[in-house]
């Protein structure tokens, strides 16, 4: 598996690059915009991306929840961390897009409030797993990613219920692209794909390494402590070891 | 011609927005090594 990864790596990077050169270069400009809807090639398919790890993350999160599988923790953890970096991709260049043509940087639309909400409760799942110690954090987060994952079609289906400034979606908003943009959106989706799996895979060996650390401090702890102190005691409650503070 | 000027600058934020996050996992596996390695040592 380790040897997959760099050649993994250089195909995605070869990727990337022939998708930015296909949104750049190849692309059609689009008539009323010009260039600059070419932040589209970038923005929707990190959207498409962060609601996939989302999704990962909420699957997880259940397996988590019903079989205690420290593994699907641990992607849970991963995915969403992956997720908010995309989230947070979509939230930068959105605006950059919008004030050229709405003539403003950000605007409370339901679309974009929705998203900067699932950003914010992404990070609060973030900021729970890396500041408390308690051995129940794993499931507490667990069950704040199901919520949090309830807002992913709430921001998708948001320009169907409400009236919004946001264009209509690209997959089953009624109206229609250039099957060349349309080549080009699902050449860098592929790209991002990629390269958020790639990330993800790195994040995930991290997190491994991370908690073989605990155990090994656990360990430490154990043979280093005083006669009459209770290192097993405090690895029972999660204050070392394999439960602790699961980042 | 202003606007190519906002395309750019999306595309060299979500690429900076990428290496940003990819710095700090290089910094945090190196950080975790050392500890593991401070630990074997013991």
Not at chain 1, 122 to 150: C, E, H, K, M, N
Not at chain 1, 199 to 206: K, M, V
Not at chain 1, 219 to 246: M, T, W
Request: aromatic residues 14%; hydrophobic residues 55%.
């Amino acid at each position: 598996m380790k040897r997959a990864f760099p050649i993994l790596a250089a195909l995605t990077a070869i990727l990337l690059v022939y998708a930015l050169y296909q949104a750049l270069v190849v692309a059609p400009t689009e008539r009323t915009m010009g260039d600059v809807q070419r932040i589209f090639y970038y923005h929707v398919p990190s959207a498409w991306t962060a609601f996939l790890l989302f999704f990962v993350n909420l699957v997880a999160s259940v397996v988590y929840l019903v079989r205690r599988n420290p593994k699907a923790d641990a992607v849970a953890v991963v995915t969403a961390e992956v997720g908010v970096v995309f989230c947070t991709v979509v939230l930068v260049t959105g605006p950059i897009w919008a004030r050229p043509v709405w003539g403003i940087w950000w605007t409370w639309d339901v679309r974009l409030t929705s998203t900067l909400v699932l950003w914010l409760i992404y990070v609060s799942y973030l900021v729970l797993r890396r500041f408390s110690d308690s051995a129940q954090t794993p499931v507490l987060a667990a069950v704040l990613a199901i919520f949090g994952a309830l807002d992913v079609p709430l921001v998708y289906f948001s320009i169907w219920f409400f009236r919004t400034q946001h264009p209509q979606p690209v997959i089953g908003g009624g109206g229609s692209i250039d099957p060349r943009m349309w080549h080009v959106l699902l050449i860098n989706w592929l790209a991002f794909s990629c390269f958020a799996f790639l990330i993800c895979w790195s994040r995930y060996r991290l997190e491994s390494l991370r908690r073989d650390v605990e155990e090994a401090e656990a360990l430490e702890s154990l043979l280093d402590a005083p006669p009459g102190h209770d290192a097993k005691a405090k690895v029972a409650h999660g204050e070392a070891g394999f439960n602790r503070r699961p980042q | 011609m202003k606007s190519i000027r906002f395309l750019y600058a999306a595309y060299v934020a979500t690429w900076l927005i990428h290496a940003f996050y990819l710095g700090s996992l290089v910094r945090r596996y190196n950080r975790l090594r050392q500890r593991l390695m401070e630990i074997s040592k013991k």
